[in-house]
């Protein structure tokens, strides 16, 4: 993918103000005064419809997993792989994809993937062996990571700044939402109809969903059109990059630590804190539906104290599992501490994604999406990984432990890169006065960088 760069002496306030495209527009008004257009509901609400579909799909083996062996004459671990051959297809295709599709048009490039991941779940529900069964899965994948680069950035696309956050956390619902109601509806109907039938209902919904998008889904144009002065430079060229990838690295921590513990909930339940088997679901429940809130949280902190409601949500995080290790004993303080837990990370992913949003500019904002899909995905299954060699190596009370040490070592990262990003702002500024007072040739040094120096960097800026 080509980014463009512009030599101009006001590049770096160019980068922090520009607005994302909109329907009609590469530059968007709505942050203008009198200008400000209706919330897109309609259309954020299809996108999140679409998602909790695609979620549901893609972990709705896990709740299916004696019967579909049973099927299939397989070990149940060999169809728990299928979960992980999903995610690996999204981690290694998804970037890529997003680079070679990245001239098409954004809502039929959407409907076209969800004819493809419609077709995946007829494979999957017809699949007469294991091995075609894996096949299925793998075009689910690549649809299903195409679609993440899409909708990641679509919602940057329909909203000025200013309402990002609440547009993420209306699309993230549909996520949150799928791990609530989606998997275990999806599971009672594939122990009631069959296995096969579940994966034909999600076709079947999936088929419904696209011919939404056709209808309520405002077109975007996501190109920035070349203006004078700006020439052709590679994606990681762009000055916002290094913020892309900052934002990325901090998935993967945070995410790969979460599920270091959270892939063994279901053995913590049972044989630390003690519970029967029968009060997973509801823990399980619990944490989801505490998730849901957190979502609200995030969309409602996240729009005015973006920075300060993500250390908040990982302090939570780190306390509730830290409790969690220390007492797994007294059963009323292991509930309290999973619905903190379930609160703190549930707006966590919205917030991260808002974040990369706000630092990316628009002309890599599709890129950022899809390497946030690969980042989750790698941290998923790196994750579990973790979990599992911890577990039989040094038994079920390290996890929580883990997950919080690593929730804190974000944190510390976070600091490092926040301070960095306010030095980096305050020499950009302190160095724009310089060159208006001292005349062209400063500006001239601004604009290219000196000789010794280097153009002055832009891209620590945060959301």
């Known amino acids: 993918m080509r980014m463009l760069r512009r030599a101009s002496p006001d590049a770096s306030a160019r980068y922090a103000d520009r607005e994302s495209p909109t329907v009609t527009s590469s530059r968007n008004t709505s942050d203008q005064p009198g200008a400000e257009r209706p919330f897109p509901w309609i259309g954020l609400l299809t996108l999140a419809a679409a998602i909790f579909v695609l979620v549901t799909s893609e972990f709705l083996p896990t709740g299916l997993l004696p019967d579909m062996a049973r099927d299939l004459q397989v070990s149940e671990s060999r169809v728990g792989l299928l979960v992980t051959i999903f ?13 070679l599709t990245h001239r098409y048009s954004r809502k039929w490039l959407l409907i076209g993937v969800l004819g493809a991941f419609a077709l995946a779940n007829v494979l999957a529900a017809i699949a007469p062996s294991y091995e075609l069964l894996i096949g299925a899965r793998i075009l689910g994948g690549l649809a299903h990571g195409l679609f993440w680069a899409i909708a990641g950035a679509y919602a940057g696309h329909l909203v000025p700044r200013h309402q990002i956050a609440r547009a993420v ?20 109907i594939g122990q009631a109809l069959g296995w096969r039938s579940a994966f034909g209902i999600i076709a079947a919904s999936v088929v419904l969903l696209a011919l939404l998008v056709l209808r309520f889904l405002p077109a975007v144009d996501h190109r920035v059109t070349l203006a004078t002065g700006e020439i052709p430079v590679p994606a990681r060229r762009d000055p916002t990059f290094p913020g892309v990838l900052l934002v990325c690295l901090l998935v993967v921590i945070i995410v790969m630590g979460h599920n270091v513990f959270y892939t063994y909930i279901a053995p913590y339940i049972i044989d630390e804190a003690g519970f029967a088997r029968d009060s997973v679901s509801i823990m399980l429940f619990l944490y989801g539906g505490a998730g849901a809130i957190g979502l609200v949280l995030a969309g409602v902190v996240g729009s005015r104290f973006p920075r300060a409601g993500l250390y908040g949500m990982l302090a939570g995080v780190a306390l509730s599992v830290a409790v969690l290790a220390a007492a797994p004993g007294i059963p009323v303080i292991v509930v309290v501490a999973i619905v903190v837990w379930g609160v703190a990370f549930g707006g966590i992913p919205a917030l991260l994604q808002t974040r990369l949003l706000h630092v990316a500019s628009p002309r890599i904002r599709d890129l950022g999406a899809a390497l946030l899909t690969t980042s989750f995905n790698i941290a998923i299954g790196g994750g579990a990984l973790i979990g599992g060699l911890l577990l039989d190596s040094a038994g079920l009370l390290v996890l929580p432990v883990v997950e919080a040490s690593v929730i804190v070592l974000a944190i510390l990262v976070l600091v490092l890169a926040d301070a960095r990003s306010r030095r980096g702002r305050a020499a950009a500024t302190a160095d724009a006065r310089r060159a208006e007072a001292n005349g062209p040739e400063a500006h001239r040094e601004l604009e290219f960088g000196s000789p010794l120096t280097g153009p002055i960097p832009t891209s620590d800026r945060d959301a």
């Open 169 to 188: 956390a209306v699309t993230s619902a549909g996520g949150t939402t799928a791990f609530v109601l989606g998997v275990p509806v999806g599971t009672a």
């Open 87 to 99: 995610a690996a297809t999204v981690a290694l295709t998804t970037a890529p994809l997003a680079a």
